[in-house]
T-cell receptor
Framework: KQEVTQIPAALSVPEGENLVLNCSFT??????LQWFRQDPGKGLTSLLL?????REQTSGRLNASLDKSSGRSTLYIAASQPGDSATYLC??????????FGKGTRLHILP | DGGITQSPKYLFRKEGQNVTLSCEQN?????MYWYRQDPGQGLRLIYY???????QKGDIAEGYSVSREKKESFPLTVTSAQKNPTAFYLC????????????FGSGTRLTVV
């Protein structure tokens, strides 16, 4: 059964720092991996989608990498801002066409 | 703009009452999903549907029911059999096929009073 783990569960960093969020999954037979952002009491906003054949995707200050063979993905946030404070969720789309989520990393950017 | 609309945003349920959460999408997506989110537990799949008039149970289907009479709509009913329904409910949709990501609605917060 596919399991997705995100480390750390919570992270506080000063504004302006670069940071990395980690995601690991147990079964490499995935179609794609998606990073989401969730603000308190809100739905999920898709940040980046990486296909299983890709190594990375970039959008603005965000860069997500995928190493399918080792079951790992990272989300790199450059020059963090207080507006980046949110919970970040990693999810994989498995071969049964289901999406399996990690429990998320709560990020707090200190002004 | 295309997207997923969940309503209502907040819902209060009395003990023993059934309530229905609405989810509508205009993305022409094939598959729709319902998730429950509780603090510290992440998202758990309740039901999903990949085609009209067909749906499958997820990991925590007990106490819930769904219908998929139209491609655009996937309502979730929380029945009185669901003993702990207070949670944040999220609806999602996607196209069938390995290359597509998921789109989520803004959620419904259900509280038992």
């Amino acid at each position: 059964k596919q399991e997705v783990t995100q480390i750390p569960a919570a992270l506080s960093v000063p504004e302006g720092e670069n940071l990395v969020l980690n995601c690991s999954f147990t079964d490499s037979a995935i179609y794609n991996l998606q990073w989401f952002r969730q603000d308190p009491g809100k739905g999920l906003t898709s940040l980046l989608l990486i296909q299983s054949s890709q190594r990375e995707q970039t959008s603005g200050r965000l860069n997500a990498s995928l190493d399918k063979s080792s079951g790992r993905s990272t989300l790199y946030i450059a020059a963090s801002q207080p507006g980046d404070s949110a919970t970040y969720l990693c999810a994989v789309r498995d071969r049964d066409d289901k999406i399996i989520f990690g429990k998320g990393t709560r990020l707090h950017i200190l002004p | 703009d295309g997207g997923i609309t969940q309503s209502p945003k907040y819902l209060f349920r009395k003990e023993g009452q059934n309530v229905t959460l609405s989810c509508e999408q205009n993305l022409n997506h094939d598959a729709m999903y319902w998730y429950r989110q509780d603090p510290g537990q992440g998202l758990r799949l309740i039901y999903y549907s990949q085609i009209v008039n067909d749906f499958q149970k997820g990991d925590i289907a007990e106490g819930y029911s769904v219908s998929r009479e139209k491609k655009e709509s996937f309502p979730l009913t929380v029945t009185s059999a669901q003993k702990n329904p207070t949670a944040f409910y999220l609806c999602a949709s996607t196209l069938i096929g390995r290359n597509y990501g998921y789109t989520f609605g803004s959620g419904t917060r259900l509280t038992v009073v």
